[in-house]
């Protein structure tokens, strides 16, 4: 088949999958409603006992199974339902297995029934996965249509499915990514673009962004997604979600598929994703005490969960720009209003500043982009799929005569100059120690995701605020914080110091990103990932104390 023929038969395969008695009636939510947060609610689908369901947290949901208040096949069905749901608001799934998923947790049901010993720590809660991956009998496309129907085989899922599955999650649905997991929003040429439910007319994310949009929805309390270069803190801060990107090693990556496999400069991390930070914490637990170190990931560090002590006197460092694009209004209003809530908590909070920020962005292609490019465009050709949007740099890579691409030498440099830049990054951060008034160096760096709270479709220019920790390899988290304000959030005049600045702020209108959410992110040691949500717990607590 063309590539054309192979993603309509994908995207029919998948829409078939929704029952007819939970599709939206034609014309009930207009093509024009921007804002569909509330639709799941309102539209008549789903139970009052299901919404109560689907809107409870997913570590009460794991208490509430564990005590019978509910059952894992009820819990399941109102996830599926509200699902089929976000689906058709914001185009968000990849592949759908509702009925294996139903009768997964029927038999969850009978086996406590008749054990009365729960499965696991997540006991008949519904997880969602991102498409990259494999779950026996579904594709992992990572949107290319060279990887459809080619669904993975019996003992081929991937270590985090393994660990779910055993931990006792029922798994019921995977998100859609954007073509070789390569761009921090959502498309791809099979099942094309994933909107923001907060406000359709901008993007989700990416490279997580099925993932951040199904979530956003309610459609699932529990996700897991990846991130190599912003992909699960960029979908998580453009929907409102609470995230953690781990350091390299902290959780198995073992049978992912991966745009990029075997390249080991820039790591790629598996992240959790949801609407509470109790739900992340839950879930790093969970997958620590798996130990996947001892047989499932031979890259997985043996660091076992840690039980951190959080001082009571915290101190923040505070980046508002990194020198190359400032943020948007509501972001920095975001960044503000963290900073004041934390003073007004008792905390400390600095200004930081990177030195040399543009290096990060200007090594990216000696260190993986050149070789991406030669591997997404062999993949591509198999098939005859032409270059998704926003990809022409790496396609001109991929065209252009090999002497232009990265040699290993230039590899090896490359990596030479990352290390010397990390250590003056990290001798940076420990010079914090003398302003901090507390006899440490700063607890945690509060930081953008991005310059946009969400950016329009086709609108992600820059992602260094985000890809900077990927290359140096520090744990980070996200916090939401507040709404895009009309009236809060109006444009100052400002000039651009570089053309893409100079883009980000010539298209800014508060009414052009009306309901976006705003977030902001805490970058936290390398490793240091049980410390850091200890403080993101703080600085979350004082977001809602000071509401």
């Not at 509200?82 to 049901?109: H, M, P, Y």
């Not at 999650?169 to 094309?192: D, H, Q, R, W």
């Amino acid at each position: 088949m063309s590539w054309e023929e192979i993603a309509r038969a994908k995207r029919a395969s998948r829409d078939q999958a929704i029952p007819p008695e939970w599709r939206l009636p034609p014309g009930q939510v207009p093509d024009d409603q921007v804002n569909v947060i509330d639709v799941p609610a309102k539209c008549g689908i789903l139970t009052t006992r299901e919404l109560e369901i689907t809107e409870t947290d997913a570590v009460v949901l794991v208490q509430k199974l564990r005590s019978r208040e509910y059952s894992s096949h009820e819990v399941t069905l109102a996830f599926c339902k509200r699902t089929a749901i976000a689906q058709q608001l914001v185009n968000c799934l990849s592949e759908i297995f509702f009925e294996k998923a139903l009768e997964a947790a029927r038999c969850l049901d009978a086996e406590y029934a008749a054990t009365s010993v729960p499965r696991g720590p997540l006991h008949g809660l519904p997880v969602s996965l991102k498409d990259c991956f494999p779950i026996e009998g579904t594709d992992a496309t990572i949107g290319y249509t060279a990887f459809a129907n080619d669904p993975t085989g019996e003992g081929e899922e991937a270590e985090i499915t393994r660990i779910m599955r055993e931990s006792g999650a029922i798994l019921f649905c995977k998100t859609n990514v954007p073509t070789a997991l390569m761009s921090g929003e959502t498309y791809n040429a099979i099942y094309g673009y994933t909107s923001n439910p907060y406000n359709r007319a901008l993007s989700s994310g990416g490279s997580s962004g099925g993932e951040g949009a199904l979530l956003a929805l309610r459609g699932s309390p529990l996700g897991v997604g990846t991130d190599v270069g912003g992909s699960v803190r960029i979908p998580g801060s453009f929907c409102g979600l609470y995230t953690l990107k781990p350091s390299y090693g902290r959780f198995p990556t073992s049978g992912l598929r991966d745009g990029m496999e075997g390249q080991e400069t820039v790591r790629n991390v598996v992240g959790p994703m949801a609407k509470s930070l109790a739900a992340v914490e839950m879930w790093m637990g969970v997958v620590l005490k798996s130990q996947p170190w001892m047989s499932a990931d031979p890259d997985c560090l043996p660091i076992p969960y840690r039980e951190v002590d959080v001082p009571k006197k915290l101190c923040f460092g505070l980046l508002l720009d990194d020198g190359i694009v400032k943020p948007l209004p509501p972001v920095t209003r975001g960044l503000l209003q963290t900073k004041a809530a934390l003073e007004a908590a008792g905390h400390t909070v600095i200004e930081f500043h990177i030195d040399d920020p543009l290096y990060t962005d200007s090594q990216k292609y000696a260190l993986y982009r050149s070789a991406a490019a030669y591997v997404i465009n062999s993949t591509l050709t198999s098939t005859k799929e032409p270059w998704p949007r926003g990809m022409e740099m790496l396609e001109a890579m991929a065209n252009s005569d090999s002497q232009s691409s990265a040699t290993v030498s230039d590899l090896w440099k490359a990596q030479v100059k990352r290390t010397k830049y990390a250590k003056r990054i990290l001798q940076a951060w420990a010079a914090t120690k003398t302003r901090t008034g507390t006899g440490r160096e700063i607890d945690a760096l509060v930081m953008p995701c991005t310059p946009w709270p969400a950016c329009v479709k086709y609108g992600l220019t820059y992602d260094n605020y985000t890809s900077l920790w990927n290359v140096l390899d520090y744990c980070a988290t996200t916090v939401p914080v507040t709404h895009v304000s009309s009236s809060n959030d109006i444009k100052p005049e400002y000039k651009g110091r570089n053309g893409t600045e100079i883009g980000i702020w010539k298209n800014y209108t508060p009414e052009r990103l009306a309901g976006a959410p705003v977030a902001v992110q805490l970058v936290g040691r390398r490793l240091k990932e049980e410390y850091l949500l200890g403080v993101t717990r703080v600085c979350d607590d004082a977001l809602k104390a000071a509401r």
